[in-house]
């Protein structure tokens, strides 16, 4: 080992102590500048600044005349003076650089001159004279798009070049409020109330039911994993391993295509807890809610409305009502069932056949021949024979298809019963109540949307509306199946409500589960259940139910039957609830890389095509093209 002199140690020791009193000051301090080459965000800097010399670094915005620009980062804009007896000899390659190169400016800070402060602008008061300026990295001269909040640039291209649609104000504040809520989450859970976050494995084996999963070959021939939908038997298998209080926000992925509310992989906060029931789980969501939500926006009052799955089809006809307007569905089958009406007649016995409305205040004020014309279109393609409308001019005058074989009573009646005034509109439909509640949930929606477009004010804005949807029908009609044949409304692990647990070994079509939902402005943001902890039971709605094959669920079956507790949870669809927050129409807006309605990632080209020698190793072959690389 060489020897180190006397003076040399002096020095090593005086620099170690000088770099512990950096660090040690630098830690003093928080925000968005630690531990930075900068001294200030482009966005902080006030009139308390004035003669303070600073570091900004950031994006060349633009440029205004040859010694002015303007400075952007994550957090906003400043004016910048160049000088050029400060700046010297690199003037000309400084007023010769593109929009959006990367620079680092160091200089005072003074009052704008008289008259030309921008009150736009948060640092509008001041500007920052360049002592210093290095250029960190120039940007190519013409990119697809400039990042204005006044461009209008095409989703697709955005999708495209979405490292350069992040730098946008939008997007920045989407991705910070997405992170600050999250945090919220995380601290309310783990640091209040005891959670644990667990991460759960994303390769899998298949689950009966559900969505169609995603398929990952391995190199054991015929053997495939799956991604998981969400970690649902993870999460039940924790509360098996005595992790009490689970949580994780987890990546999930489901190949049923995108919607604007739909991704092929998605983000939920998820939360399972042992000795619950279903009035804990709410009223923690609830909180949860509260503690996170965003200062900038209106509060929420607690305890949310509840409304059974019963209600919420026959007044809404959709399980996820958007109650910040009315227009509730009416029944109307006793005012109009001898009308003289043909629609509205039917041979069916009572239960088989009704008759329901909903009302559009002052509709006619707002709703134009064209509409009715595209609404009757979108309502035939829901159901035969679309829906009727009827335009409520006085009391004695209904403008309608049906007026002339309208009797006069029941035109009376049916007034009453809605209430009508004039300048209102009707909308009625007639046949099976499944099919009419359906038709009118959705014709409901797409009416306040028309009436809305047009300079109605239907809905309230200024606030969000929850409601937690609940007392589901445990089982469903299978779609596509033969007659008798079920499959869970939920999936297959909620538990029957406790008054149903014998009806569910004879008559599971009529039991309801311990399932809710927690719907915000029409839209689910969260479901959950009370789980079965009891393996014969599990075992019974597996087989003897859904036909599903429960070897495949043996491992969970043995958790049950270990000594499993009581047990109940909740998911939180994470990228809708954070849509809705930013006041956004799709989740792609708050997702940093989304795919698109198709699946795809137009960025990286994913998903992509491997060629059959390289497939070999997983045992697949494929047609689309007979060649190797």
């Known amino acids: 080992m060489e020897k180190i002199c006397g003076a040399c140690r002096v020095l090593i020791r005086n620099q170690l102590a000088s770099s512990y009193v950096r660090a040690v000051i630098r830690s003093q301090h928080s ?5 930075s080459l900068r001294t200030h965000s482009c966005g902080e800097l006030r009139t308390s600044h004035v003669g303070k010399e600073v570091t900004l670094c950031g994006w060349i915005q633009h440029r205004r005349y040859d010694f002015m620009l303007t400075l952007r980062d994550s957090f906003g804009t400043t004016q910048v003076v160049l000088k050029e007896q400060k700046i010297g000899k690199d003037v000309d ?33 001041i500007e920052v004279v360049a002592d210093q300026f290095e250029i960190l990295n120039n940007s190519k001269e013409s990119l697809p798009f400039e990042i204005h909040d006044f461009s209008k640039v095409k989703e697709s291209t955005r999708m495209l070049y979405r490292y350069l ?77 005595a992790i009490d209080r689970y949580f994780q926000i987890a990546r999930c992925y489901r190949d049923e295509g995108s919607r604007s509310d739909r991704q092929p992989e ?17 009223a923690l969501i609830e909180e949860l809610l509260q503690y996170a939500w965003p200062d900038n926006l209106p509060s929420i009052h607690l305890p949310f409305p509840r409304m059974t799955y019963a209600q919420a089809m026959d007044q809404f006809g959709t399980d996820k009502p958007d109650t910040r307007f009315d227009m509730k569905l009416q029944d109307v089958t006793r005012e109009l069932k001898d009308s003289g009406v043909a629609v509205f007649s039917s041979t069916e016995g009572n239960d088989a056949f009704v008759i329901k409305a909903f009302k559009c205040s002052k509709g006619m004020d707002f709703l134009k021949r064209k509409d009715y014309e595209d609404l009757q279109k979108e309502a035939v393609k829901l159901k035969d024979g679309g829906v009727t409308f009827i335009q409520i001019k006085d ?27 004039p300048g209102d509109v009707l909308c009625l439909a007639a046949g099976k109540p499944d099919s009419v509640n359906s038709l009118l949930g959705q014709m409901r929606l797409s009416c306040a949307n028309r009436l809305e477009a047009n300079g109605a004010s239907v809905r309230d804005h200024g606030s969000f509306h929850f409601l937690w949807v609940e007392d589901f029908p445990l089982f469903l009609p299978k779609e596509d199946g033969q007659d008798g044949e079920l499959e869970s409304s939920h999936h297959p692990f909620t538990a029957p409500v406790d008054e149903h647990k014998e009806l569910i070994m004879t008559q599971p079509s009529q039991v309801h589960g311990q399932h809710y939902d927690l719907v915000l402005d029409g839209s689910e943001i969260a479901g959950g259940s009370i789980r079965i902890h009891d393996a014969k039971l599990q075992k019974h709605v597996l087989q003897n139910i859904l036909n599903e094959d429960a070897s495949s669920m043996q491992h969970l079956l043995e958790a049950l039957e270990s000594g499993c507790p009581p047990h109940g949870g909740i998911a939180i669809g994470f990228d809708r609830l954070i849509a809705i927050l930013a006041g956004e129409p799709s989740i792609r807006e708050v997702i940093a890389f989304p795919k698109t309605i198709d699946g795809n990632d137009l960025m990286s080209g994913a998903p992509s095509l491997l060629y059959n020698d390289e497939l070999a190793v997983y045992h697949i072959r494929h047609d689309i093209c007979d060649a190797t690389k």
């Open 266 to 282: 998605f983000t939920q906060v998820d939360i399972e807890m042992s000795f619950i029931n279903k009035e804990g789980i709410q």
């Open 395 to 421: 009391t004695d005058s209904w403008k309608s298809s049906i007026s002339k074989h309208l009797r006069s009573e029941a035109r009376e009646n049916l007034g009453k019963a809605m209430k009508v005034n």
């Open 31 to 35: 925000g968005p500048s630690t531990f």
């Open 165 to 241: 649609d992040l730098r946008s104000t939008r997007m920045q504040h989407n991705m910070r409020l997405r992170s600050d809520v999250a945090m919220k989450m995380r601290h309310f859970l783990w640091k209040l109330h005891g959670f644990v976050e667990v991460e759960t494995p994303t390769l899998f084996r298949r689950t009966p039911g559900g969505a169609r999963e995603y398929l990952v070959p391995t190199r054991q021939p015929g053997k495939f994993y799956t991604l998981p939908q969400s970690p649902q038997q993870f999460k039940q298998l924790l509360m098996v391993g």
């Open 93 to 125: 390659n400084i007023r010769n650089l593109s929009a959006e190169s990367v620079v680092m400016v160091t200089g005072k800070v003074q009052l704008r001159p008289d008259g030309l402060a921008n009150k736009k602008m948060s640092t509008g008061d």
